[in-house]
């Protein structure tokens, strides 16, 4: 029976259903700190500066730089186990948060929570790469790519509600049930490798960069959605404060239509762009193809954003933002998995991850920070359109690469 007939087993499904809400609790666990700033600020009397060491110097270097490793050891070892061993760490260490009295504490509970969260990406995705045959990878990943939306939006929603008993609940209620999961995911069956090469036995050497960085589709890969990546993630990073900057929108309402919109716009979005993925790839043009018009599609929404003063318009925007930053989540994935092939997978996948943070967590934020200072948004608002500027420019930049991508996957085959 051919991998396209072949059922897939009852169990993938299971397993790829646990991974997801694993996913889900990632990032509620991980986001639903930007929400309580105000509270964790009012309290402790924070600079800004330490929030936003706490937000993401903590999580995102340890939590990139980590992947690498942990990437490697999803290529030799139990990636189930791995990742059980994460959830706890990060629901402990994220219910331990509550009980922090000074800012070091609560910055060495963020530190563990990304050391914790680093074990997921890698292992989880080479898992469903095991468990599905290859024409259902981008739309199984997508399927588990759902945790975002999910995780984000319900962190907005949530957030707001339980902010009203406080931050310290709020971070119990989120952080502590999230170990029970860790124990399901414990008792997963562990996949054969695919390939006749996995189950002899993998070799490694110390070449294996060499063979990442050689390759052009694959960097390709890498940068194009780095970049797609830093334009996305500037939506919910500066969202916030362009609209109740610009706009004069008070926070709860902000919160609400965030969470909203990234339900809405983002589940369907994730679901459905990997079965869309999934049929670029089946007709020739490729996953990356795909990928580049996504980016290509943002770039009027952005500048429509960036310039409406219409209420309605800024909605539509968003929403179709959402969708965008989403959709190609599962993608990418697949493509990543089958570029590296088996023996480089859980490298090559933290690899890719390694790329799309540092390029949205780190320089993207920053470098819209930096500008709007520089344009004197402070003084005047409306300079922060400007800044902001850099993510279509992204975008643009995002298509060219991808384009250039898929030609070359396409040409080495």
Known sequence: MSENTERTPAYSWYALALLMLIYVLNFLDRTIIYILFPLIKKEMAFSDTQLALLGTTSFVIFYT???????????????TKMIAIGVLVWSLFSGLTAFANDFWTLFACRVMVGVGEATLGPAAIS???????????????????????VGAGLAALLGGSLSQYGWRTAFMLIGFPGLLFGGLVFFLREPVRTTAAATAGISYSKTDWKALITNRSFILLCVGYALLGLATNNLSIWGATFYSRLHKFDLPTIGFWGGTLTLAAGIPATLFGGAIADWFHRIGRGRMFYGALLSLFSVPFWLLLIFTNNGYLILTANFFLLAAALAWLGAAAADVTEITGVNLRGLGI???FLSVNIAAYLIGSNLIGYLSDRFGATEDPAMLRYALLVCPVACVLSAICLFAGAASLKRSK
Request: net charge positive; proline share 7%; aromatic share 12%.
């Open 65 to 79: 730089v980590l992947g690498i490793p942990f990437g490697r050891l999803a290529d030799r070892g139990s990636r």
């Open 127 to 149: 898992l469903l790469s095991d468990y599905f045959p290859p024409l259902r990878r981008a739309t199984v990943t997508s399927i588990y790519s759902m945790g975002i939306a």
């Open 350 to 352: 933290a690899a890719y």
